[in-house]
C-alpha cells in the first residue's frame, strides 16, 4: 500500500538549522512531484516547497524562499527539506505529500513531523 514516512522533526533552537525526510513506498516515486506542507496550530495547512520528478524543478513559498531547500533521491525514493535560520512562526507540523503533476490535487499524504522552534 501507499506509504509517505516522514522523519526529521524536533525541538531546535531559534537560528538553528534541521533537516526532514520522507520516504515513500507503494507507489512509482520517480513520477510524482513532491511536496512539503505545513500546519501551524491555528492557521490553514500551508505549501511550502514542491519539486518535480525527473529534472528536479523547484518551487517555494514566500515564507521560506531563500531559507529552506527541497531536494529529493529518486535511488532512495526520499525527498528532503532542508530547514535553516528557523524562527518560532516555523513551529508547525510538517507534511510530505505527492502528486502527478503539478497544479494536481494532492494523491498521497504523510502523517507529518512536528517541529518545535523554541528557546
Known amino acids: 500500500q501507499v506509504q509517505l514516512v516522514e522523519s526529521g522533526g524536533g525541538l531546535v533552537q531559534p537560528g538553528g538549522s534541521l533537516t526532514l525526510s520522507c520516504v515513500g513506498s507503494?507507489?512509482?516515486?520517480?513520477?510524482?512531484?513532491m511536496s512539503w506542507y505545513r500546519q501551524a496550530p491555528g492557521k490553514e495547512r500551508e505549501l511550502i516547497a514542491s519539486?518535480?520528478?525527473?529534472?528536479?524543478?523547484?518551487n517555494y513559498g514566500d515564507s521560506v524562499k531563500g531559507l529552506f531547500t527541497v531536494s529529493r533521491s529518486n535511488a532512495n525514493n526520499t525527498v528532503y527539506l532542508q530547514m535553516n535560520s528557523l524562527k518560532p512562526d516555523d513551529t508547525a507540523m510538517y507534511y510530505c505529500s505527492a502528486r502527478d503533476s503539478w497544479g494536481a490535487p494532492v494523491n498521497y499524504w504523510g502523517r507529518g513531523t512536528l517541529v518545535t522552534v523554541s528557546t
Open positions: 507503494g507507489f512509482i516515486f520517480t513520477t510524482y512531484v
Open positions: 519539486i518535480s520528478s525527473v529534472v528536479g524543478s523547484t
